[in-house]
């Protein structure tokens, strides 16, 4: 029954790679992906169909896909009426959004938004650039720009832009007025699609996998052998959120403790851990983690 | 003694990475493989000879290696008289066996292989197709044909060609007739050091080691808690060919549940887990799968 | 407070990738590395700068750095008066030290260092090899070779350099005479940033994780179920130096076992388990591992 | 005097090199285009900005530019009031102008424009799609496409793309429809700035250059020489547009010929001289050539 | 008039960047020859298809192409029936030609062919290698090799490999016992299209343009200025084969000299001339020269 | 005869495309210089070895090379003792020398190099920076710095760094204090060397060659008919260091000028020409310019 299809958009370009990865960690293969714009999937009940982020929502929103992949930020300029399935926190090194900010030349005199009264403003998000000034009643004029904005900074009034550090605006000496929109990476679906029943199955499906393998990025198991005297006050040292799975061991008086933590506590954790008693302290990696 | 020495063959070109990545799974360091056709390997008693698949077989069945991995239809092709030990379904993104399939450009009036009497057929594989075409009692010219065979679809009659999703045929125009064999990796040995105790023992545990890091790659380990109460409930929804093991937790309403289950099985398998009942729901990746 | 900043240098060049990937594993994402000579790290008491391994020492013993991680050999080219916290056998494929050998082209008269009086020897390691000569009381003149030394062997009387399998040595059609020094990564110290009680504390942090990491790559996670009957035969079997975790299972005649292996040990271990009666085999990575 | 300065445009992106390569051969060394958006010229009249061709019109109507380089589909795209100066044939391998066109899927029924109606359109190009569409009095509505325009024809109902030889359309296997706009490169000036005697003098002078050196590539120079008495017989083969330099040798009953050819023309002429009596044929490349 | 075009293969792979280069210089401009295997040509009598050396003469030989340009060796290997046209200097740095040669380790105990006897010798060139050996009455036999021959060399008794400069045999420690055949470029013709009016001219004219711009490789035009009196004695100097252009300038004592010189002559010949009297001396580039 | 060989140096690294290129031009061919430390040239008396510039001065000093193509830099850097042929102004894009400078980072206190006493300055050109602080008598440390030097910059007081146009350390915000030593490219000569007669004058003919191609590279051939009228006219507007060439042509009343030209002339010379009457104008590339 061909109604048994989602098709779902995944985005070409810097993202591409790491979607891949995202879904095969979450257990889907996705083959075929450099060479053509409908790659393959090892799913039969889902067709794949990559498009650029900044055109995904629209498609969306229109029915021609299901659901798709895009950022907060195009979703906003496209004014797309979507369903926003989940937030999935996996495109970047960092754990901060991404933002675009209204910058200027170091050298230029504006000081804020309000002194850009009558300029002109070059951006690639164009739609949510004008409602930012609207809302604050500045009367400027926004262009569209075809990529490389920072160039540009020195032949506009200010430019709107995409950071994640601001390293790329520092090296041409830019500096920022403003934060415009914060954005980050959404799993979204067409509305209808969302109301009918095996598609929305697939879509939670999906959303619970990707987020189980987003989240175990994060996390390691970690394992470790204690005396039963010991135990409470290992226990006490562990992170206290999740409960650790303690098993006695056949040599009587240990147990053994599992428990998932997160990455960055190992740092000290570790350490602590031997001092309060505990051997054959391990630590590996996971696939996925479901609360 | 010199006797204690196995002489492997490992496949050159586009297996390579794909065989070097598998032994280091297996626990075999491969290295220098980039720089020389003679790779080391940190095992005293494997000496390694990187050649191409092409010729393996022939170097095999001379006893110029002991064993070596290549495809079975080169094996075919050469006519080579070897032991086959195993497949190793590790060289491809899909779980297909690829094919050499007979095409013919899409406008050809051939519609099947006996339309082709009194033709020329281009192939790399030149033997076997000799016999196809030989079994099915049909006279034709078989031509050897240096690479980029799908070119010469249209100077000679029809090709012989290797595809594994048809999408390169696809691309040039070119419509399947028929297949002329299937093929898959083989882990083959010289017939006379199959009768040499060390060296078969040495090739059946590179086979086991191989094999197993090759079924890990489709596993994961499962782990849950589950209060004894609803033990029951899942060891149902469990796959039932591997028993779980379960262990009991210090905290004695509760059990601890193991087990390694199909990669693929995890996309519906854990949210029924999560409705059943259970927590602490992780998956781990796995080196080594031994049944 | 400013004094709450470790600062740490790490290796430019060939061992960058490498020391990215082994603070990944200890835990530290470094990100930026490829575009910035002060490469950020999710550690907001360390601050990284990225020098070249025969400078590091150098900025270490004057305290520009806190700490630092560099080679042997250029710590005493160097002369630096630094603390050397740990040798990190990170670096290479093989396990073996790099060495520095003495070379003469194949067709030199030249058997042993004595025979090289009032020669010119070439090399990047002026001082450690004008002290080797010293040392043996034999006159050279040592000049400084700007990389790529090996061209110059014919040039002048013997050369200096840095060889790890002698394959680039041999190439070049040269013959090792003799080892000026053997040299492994290390991590040092600057001797007053080592007294004081915040760095060291990170430092010896730092050094715990990071060989946590390091011993983690050679070893595997194994688990096997085995009849109680046959728990004494499997135990024998298993690697003696860490004793197994044992835990009893639900189904009570059959125990779970659970123990850290070197991953070579595997090879041999693996089959002769099966033999012993034990099933459900899996191996799996680990991240780190603390004795 | 900063008014003695021409602020000049050149094309971002894949005519970078192209034109790099042109302003060469004219006699200007563009440098550091490769790292910077404002390259070095040896020129100190001049003053360089390197934009995509995209947006250049729109700098140079509003004069932050004084002269700039681009493609005619842009400017009437963006509808720019500007000085169309020269048109610059050197982009492209063939000598016919870009196409963008009107292609739907091979499989649709759409046969013209006409049946697009209510239909959606994608292209990069709205603003000349919109205005073709208009002028037909075809309702259909425009959407932007940020690029791989060909991907989304199976997703809306036409687009309208870029092609030099419809390779690319074929191999998406897309058919043309209809010819939206042909362009080719020009070189435009600001309305303000042309009328400005230093700039206007500068601007011309760079199109003569530039356009003398397309001109040359093109064209080889031909030196024969030829007895007195075989001069009317070779002059009647030679093209006759350009009157050849005819000189007296030093031996008396020869003369020499030299004469600028179109490197065409060389293919058939060549053989036609030497039998006519030319001897000591020669070709030689030209930088520059004007008529 | 479908007879009206050449059918022209030109060879994949080494040759091709070279290839297209030379018919560049030779007025022909071919197109796409990176993406297509039947790249574009601005000439409409010619249709162009690209093959391997290898295979080319055998295509040639069956009137699937009507010329095309190989090796020697291949021609030679396929025993095909073609018109050899010329011989094209055009594929190497170097002006010798090609040898495959009998090659054996270093360390063999061979001397000359005739110690391989009832030997194996693996070699690309199969048919040629068992005729070399047929010659002299040799039993040995020859395997095909799938490329990288010398790496087999240790598991054979000889190889026949191909070597410009011997270079890449001695990296692999092979000493050279023969030469088994030398081989240089050629434009073949297919027999029956030879005796054809149009496909002869047409195959003679770019033979002719084809040679021209070879030779124009190797030569440089030369300008000069002498004195009358001075003349002779640089008339003397300049090399005798071709007769230079003198011709009167203006003002009358002197006159100008124009030659075309090899390119290897100007290291001597420019100071000798200097030294006799010469002023203004300029040597260019040539793109063609026709005797 | 031994003795007629010229060993002569050319520099590795940056430069050596540029010297391959111009070696070309001058009329040797050098080849296999990707793959081997001693490239080939055609040219018997000629034996090439490749090393870095930094280092040739000290090999030609020694005499184990006869010339050699280097830096003033590091002929002052090394002290070197030898004959300085000429200057070669082939290296660069401009034709500005390069310059080593004093640099401060933008913020330091520092304006001059006296601020530094008692300062650290990392530097590669040790020797001479040395000598810059010893003749101003300013008290220094001065290190040696591998490479990446402007990283450097924050560690320690000022460093000594290699510029061209002052972009690399104005992007890493560093100011120029002073400069330390200009710098073009040298060909040099051992001191013994330059006393052969065979040498010396080998060396000399490969500095007029280089040099007359140095100088073809900035000059064009021009050509133009003209009105024995207008020849008056024509030869004021010439540029009067070179007295063109001017033939009689067979049409009685026109005269043709040939003249070597700069190529930068050509900017402003080619439209007064057109101006004054000049038809048929061309101009071509030339390989060598002797005057």
């Given at each position: 029954m061909s109604k048994e299809i989602l098709k779902l958009g995944i985005p070409a370009g810097s993202l591409l790679k790491a979607t891949v990865a995202l879904f095969g960690k979450a257990g889907f293969e996705i083959t075929n992906s450099q060479r053509s714009y409908m790659p393959s999937i090892d799913d039969e009940q889902i067709e794949l169909l990559m498009l650029r982020a900044q055109e995904m929502s629209r498609y969306v929103a229109d029915g021609v896909l299901d659901a798709g992949i895009t950022g907060y930020d195009w979703i906003m300029e496209n004014g797309s009426e979507v369903e926003q399935i989940t937030e999935l926190a996996?495109?970047?090194?960092?754990s901060q959004p991404t933002r675009w900010v209204l910058a200027v030349p170091?050298?230029?005199?504006?000081?804020?938004?309000?002194?850009?009264?009558s300029g002109i403003i070059a951006t690639e998000l164009v739609n949510v650039t004008k409602k930012y000034f609207a809302d604050k009643k500045i009367d400027v004029k926004v262009e569209f720009s075809w990529g490389a904005t920072e160039v540009k900074s020195r032949l506009v009034d200010a430019i709107v832009e995409l950071t994640e550090t601001g390293a790329s605006l520092g090296a041409n000496n830019l500096r920022i007025i403003d934060t415009v929109i914060t954005s980050t990476t959404r799993f979204i679906a067409n509305k209808q699609a969302w109301q009918d029943k095996f598609k929305r199955d697939k879509i939670e499906s999906i959303a619970i996998l990707l987020n189980a393998a987003i989240e175990a990025r994060s996390k390691v198991g970690l394992k470790l052998n204690v005396k039963k005297d010991d135990l409470k006050a290992i226990l006490k040292i562990l992170p206290s959120e999740k409960s650790p799975t303690v098993s006695n061991l056949a040599e009587s008086d240990f147990v053994a403790i599992e428990v998932v933590i997160d990455e960055k506590v190992e740092r000290t954790l570790v350490p602590s851990l031997k001092q309060a008693g505990a051997s054959g302290i391990i630590t590996y990696p996971l696939n996925k983690v479901i609360h």
């Open positions: 996996y495109s970047k090194a960092t170091n050298e230029s005199k504006v000081k804020k938004a309000e002194d850009l009264k």
